[in-house]
């Protein structure tokens, strides 16, 4: 049952379907037209059913092919979780928040290991920047991510979290939440790769960075990993910020409300901004960002 | 037309390869993704790397340094792949005919499927092409 609903199938349709969105809000920010719904799914199928999947001369195949699964599997995992426990918050374990923090991340270290694994110098500067972006985004991110947990009272539990914004209302509502949403969305915007934050794959410089030896099967996989992690993006969102999505007749249009509106914040975000240096990456998340989470946490711990 | 068929010739990944072109069929094809034309609308975009490709468009004349270049980029596409002649140059070597320097036009080196001609073709020339390659990848049904 867990396969079909909230597992792999629903997730990888919803996270074709949000990656649709992605490109329809850009072509439309661009004035163009746009490519159809079924563009992304017909993108992916190509790609799995019928293009050769080359594999370079002199790699470790295991190593080559098994990253795109283990970057798969875990988006899917996260998904799931999130998926289970916002549609039955009792259903959650101790420290589920903990595991879907460890479970993002696991694709950007596949990503890593297949781009240094492909022995193609592009590919190891993808891949060693996106280690920098690691680096760099996880400070702010598990920081963000303890003002929601302070202010449910330090449940670990993603249920409980839910559970008490049901009680209390959103943690959005308050200042220490604002804040700590700002710097989870700049988070989250580097983790999908979005621009100003995607010099890991930066098209225009380093071609495709750490993708750039993957052909059929192995990069179908990719694109399906990141679906899933896009659509997963703003449910951990909601999740964290604005009391779970409802799925009762009243709370299901304002989630779906919600989910859109962060959804295609994002997506503006990516499209009115030029890519920075990983060095200013690096910079802005140490710096400003961190010190807003630092507020943040100060503030939650006030009880503001 | 079957199911693989709709499903290659929806979604096209071309690829650049400039092989001694004077920049104007390179300036078009950018031009054929800008707003009045978008070719995003059929799921025509340009891929970063060759290994992401379907299709590859060749720009410019095929000069002897570009000639090993291109055959290994050819190589590297992964099948079912397509080679798309571009402009007066790509297709017939143009002005460059009898130069010393480009001894044999791009479909003696790698199969050619399509020809758009002009120097450079113009966008619309571009989409007429790009409706017969689709029609050229619908016959390729086994």
């Given at each position: 049952m867990f396969l079909v609903f909230p597992g792999f199938l629903f997730s990888a349709v919803m996270g074709l379907l949000v990656g649709w969105v992605d490109r329809k809000v850009t072509a439309r920010l661009q004035w163009r037209v746009g490519p159809p719904w079924y563009q992304n799914f017909i993108d992916v199928v190509k790609l799995i059913l019928y293009k050769e999947t080359l594999v370079p001369e002199g790699v470790s195949k295991a190593m080559f092919l098994g990253m795109p699964v283990l970057c798969a599997a875990s988006a899917t995992l996260v998904s799931t979780i999130i998926c289970v426990v916002n549609s039955t918050p009792a259903v959650g374990f101790m420290g589920d928040l903990i595991v879907v923090v460890y479970l993002l991340i696991i694709p950007p270290l596949a990503l890593m290991l297949g781009g240094f694994s492909s022995e193609n110098p592009l590919a190891s500067l993808g891949a060693s920047r996106e280690m920098k972006l690691v680096l760099s985004y996880e400070l702010p991110f598990i920081m963000a991510l303890i003002v929601p947990v302070i202010k449910s009272g330090y449940a670990i539990k993603l249920g409980d979290i839910i559970l008490r914004q049901a009680e209390t209302g959103s943690i959005i509502a308050s200042p220490s939440g604002v804040i700590s949403f700002i710097v989870m969305l700049l988070c989250f915007q580097a983790k999908l790769g979005f621009v100003p934050f995607d010099m890991a794959e930066a098209e225009t410089e380093i071609m495709a960075g750490a993708y750039i030896e993957y052909s059929g099967k192995a990069l179908g996989i990719f694109k399906l990993a990141k679906a899933i992690l896009t659509f997963a993006a703003p449910v951990i969102l909601i999740t964290l910020y604005f009391g779970g999505i409802k799925l009762n007749s009243e709370g299901f249009m304002s989630s779906l409300l919600e989910y859109i509106m962060i959804l295609v914040l994002m997506i503006v975000i990516k499209n009115t901004n030029p890519r920075v240096r990983i060095d200013q990456a690096m910079g802005f998340f140490w710096g400003p960002v961190s010190g807003l989470a630092v507020i943040a946490i100060l503030l939650a711990i006030l009880g503001k | 037309m079957g199911f693989r068929e709709k499903i290659l010739t929806k979604s096209i990944y071309a690829f650049h390869v400039s092989s001694g072109s004077c920049n104007n069929c390179d300036i078009e094809i950018l031009d054929c993704l800008?707003?009045?034309?978008?070719l995003e609308r059929f799921g025509i975009i340009l891929a970063g790397s060759v290994k992401h490709a379907d299709v590859l468009f060749c720009t410019g004349s095929a000069n002897r340094l570009c000639v090993p270049r291109i055959k290994k980029l050819y190589e590297m596409m992964p099948k079912p792949g397509f080679v798309v002649a571009w402009g007066a140059c790509g297709s017939s070597r143009g002005l460059f005919k009898d130069s010393y320097n480009t001894t044999v036009p791009l479909d003696e080196v790698i199969p050619v499927d399509l020809y758009i001609p002009g120097c450079p073709p113009k966008p619309e020339a571009v989409i007429g092409g790009m409706v017969k390659l689709i029609e050229k990848i619908n016959q390729t049904r086994k």
């Open positions: - | 800008t707003p009045r034309f978008d």
